[in-house]
């Protein structure tokens, strides 16, 4: 018998264009990047759910089969820096790239045509305007981008002076009635069923998907004068109400509340579940996709789910939180460059407070571009500054313009008119001969740390003032523009950056908000400027820098604060011992992995099996009794505090500290 023999990846490849039911017109469009001399980019937006991710892998697969080379970068995976953005970018093209020229360079020279596929570019908002201004245009002209998220581009990007004609923007909607009925009929919906989806859907891809999973053949549910939003919701509550299995729905549950799940995060989130059992009851599910950081949730559903588990289970979604932030800060300890962002992220993910989570990921969508202010721009920066500061406070920071320009930030709106401003900048770069010691802000904040030195290595940044042109330093679109930007420094400067002095005028309503965030006020730095006061809010990173801020924050908010403290006194990590008052105890290895796993998850109770999984391997044949040997032994060690490793009957240990127990 002859068979006729293709290659695997021409299977995929089709499979994917097959996939992209309804989007003929769309991939057309996107066609264009691979013949025309222009589009140079294309910005495709829409809801979530809606296919972007489905077409992208489609147009893929199109693209390298008319020869070009596709590089796609998923934006959930990429520090929003400069370095790490080529960090991610060498590490899908195999080089090492030091800077935007040599990102640029070696790109170009991948192929005749090169195409730049951004998902989820909405995630990468701290980069865009590094992106705009200094990487695209660095790019040869073989090189086209596809910039996909949810929100349209930023103003700047169709506003800038000579884009006119190379940017175009294609925004996705539902699919059409016989499109979303192909789809159906493809995966084998009756008519009469068909119908009824498609009435319930609005042709929404993944309500469809969510349709044909949860309700196939089986029972309705009569949503059809609910918003789509509503829809999926619903549909996924229904899809979930169907699933039998506890360890899919145990799985489900806790990759919820992390940003990426892992063979490790089920671990610690479900102690009594085998991981990789959950992980494979994940991997079948139609909203779960597999990425190099693990598996990824469609965001829509994951938001379903955990607002479920919390308004059903708080308890239990609280535990999850803390078990996944456990393990996150244990194994933040050995990742590397790459990896630190991914952890950071992660961290950021479980932050439930709004205050800092829409600092680093605002979830309104970013209708102000921030660039470097220009030197035309000097007469609009004095008009905001004249309108909102007094005589004094604007000849101040006018000075501040004249004196170090960079220093200063525009912020443009989708008709690129500067409405606001922000003045940031490394006090290091300063000339120390300069009359910065006798400024009325500045000063003070050189004399204070000057008493209070930062390491060799350390770094500060001086915030100086934010304007918006019609509410000053007042909450606005264009102070959270600012505020935004100035977390990109902040990801830049890490692990180096050490604090930030901050001026502010409105305490009563920027104070909390300051203080959530970790900021304290520097009463004796205050200054008076036209009789209104001007005062100093300093935050420490301390000796961690921004990740250990973060790591603080989330903790704050878990209520994990002193637990964590109790914990990583009473176990050294680096020295593998235990720290008992004056003295320190060294562990055996298999004492350490067993005390380690105890500890990182505090209050659990952690059967014999999973110790034995854990600890000694799956292919460990002997009995558990050699487990309480190990116990045993440690209780010994602990002395006074053996009580803190408590036997849970017929399940295994649990490690616990109470207030009576002597601390160590």
Not at 112 to 124: C, K, M, N, Q
Not at 231 to 244: F, K, M, P, W
Not at 382 to 397: D, S
């Amino acid at each position: 018998m002859d068979y006729a023999l293709r290659k695997i990846g021409d299977v995929v490849s089709g499979r994917a264009s097959a996939d992209c039911v309804g989007r003929q017109s769309e991939l057309a469009f996107l066609g264009r990047l691979l013949s025309d001399d222009k589009p140079l980019i294309v910005g495709v937006h829409g809801i979530g759910g809606i296919g972007k991710s489905t077409l992208l892998a489609a147009f893929a697969s199109q693209a390298r089969a008319r020869g070009a080379a596709v590089i796609q970068l998923d934006c959930r995976a990429i520090e929003p820096t400069e370095s790490g953005f080529l960090r991610e970018l060498g590490a899908a093209t195999g080089a090492e790239l030091a800077s935007a020229a040599e990102g640029a360079h070696y790109l170009g020279q991948l192929g005749a045509r090169v195409i730049l596929v951004l998902d989820t570019y909405e995630r990468l908002r701290l980069l865009d305007t590094w992106l705009r201004q200094i990487f695209v245009p660095s790019l040869r002209d073989n090189v086209r981008i596809v910039l996909c998220g949810r929100d349209p581009l930023v103003a700047g990007w169709l506003t800038a002076p000579g884009w006119h004609g190379l940017i175009v923007t294609l925004a996705l909607g539902t699919l059409e009635e016989r499109d979303a009925l192909a789809l159906l009929d493809r995966n084998q919906i009756s008519s009469a069923d068909a119908w009824r989806i498609i009435r319930l859907t609005r042709g929404h891809p993944l309500a469809l998907k969510l349709a044909m999973a949860a309700m196939s053949g089986r029972r309705m549910v009569d949503v059809e004068a609910a918003v789509l939003p509503r829809v999926v919701e619903e549909l996924t509550r229904l899809y979930l109400a169907d699933i039998d299995d506890p360890i899919a729905r145990q799985a489900l549950a806790a990759s919820s509340v992390v940003r990426r799940t892992t063979l490790s995060l089920l671990a610690a989130m479900l102690p009594q579940v085998p991981p990789q059992d959950a992980y494979d009851h994940l991997l079948g599910l139609a909203f779960v996709e597999t990425s190099h950081e693990g598996l990824h949730i469609h965001d829509t559903v994951q938001q379903v789910i955990a607002a479920t588990l919390k308004s059903a289970d708080p308890a239990t979604h609280q535990a999850y939180r803390r078990a996944a932030w456990r393990q996150l800060r244990s194994e933040v300890r050995t990742a590397g460059a790459r990896g630190m962002w991914r952890y950071t992220a992660d961290m950021l993910y479980i932050i439930e407070n709004p205050v800092t989570r829409e600092a680093f990921f605002p979830s309104n969508m970013h209708r102000f571009a921030v660039e470097a202010a220009r030197p035309a721009d000097e007469a609009r920066i004095e008009t905001i500054v004249k309108r909102h500061e007094g005589p004094q406070g604007a000849a101040w920071l006018m000075g501040w313009w004249r004196r170090a320009p960079q220093a200063f930030r525009a912020i443009r709106d989708h008709e690129g008119m500067l409405t606001g401003l922000y003045a940031l900048f490394d006090p290091a770069t300063l000339d120390p001969s300069g009359a910065e010691h006798h400024d009325p802000i500045v000063g003070p904040w050189l004399t204070h740390l000057q008493r209070n030195p930062i390491g060799a290595t350390e770094q500060v940044l001086f915030s100086l003032r934010w304007l918006s042109e019609t509410g000053g330093e007042a909450p606005a679109p264009e102070q959270a523009a600012a505020w935004l930007d100035i977390k990109r420094s902040y990801m830049e400067m890490r692990p180096r950056l050490r604090r930030v002095y901050m001026t502010v005028v409105d305490v009563t309503t920027y104070g909390p908000i300051a203080a959530e965030l970790g900021f304290r006020l520097l009463d004796d730095l205050t200054a008076v400027l036209d009789d209104k006061a001007y005062h100093t809010a300093l935050l420490d990173f301390g000796p961690q820098s921004v990740d250990g801020w973060l790591t603080g924050l989330v903790a704050k908010e878990l209520g994990l604060e002193e637990l964590g403290l109790e914990n990583e006194r009473l176990l050294d990590i680096e020295g593998r011992e235990l720290v008992l008052r004056r003295k320190r105890v060294p562990l055996t290895p298999l004492e350490f992995d067993v005390m380690r796993l105890l500890t990182e998850r505090p209050g659990t109770a952690i059967s014999r099996t999973i110790l034995l999984d854990t600890v000694w391997g799956v292919d460990y044949e002997g009995g558990s009794n050699v487990v309480d040997a190990v116990i045993r032994l440690l209780r010994r060690k602990l002395g006074g505090m053996a009580s803190c490793i408590e036997t849970v009957s017929g399940v295994g240990y649990r490690f616990r500290v109470r207030p009576d127990q002597p601390q160590p």
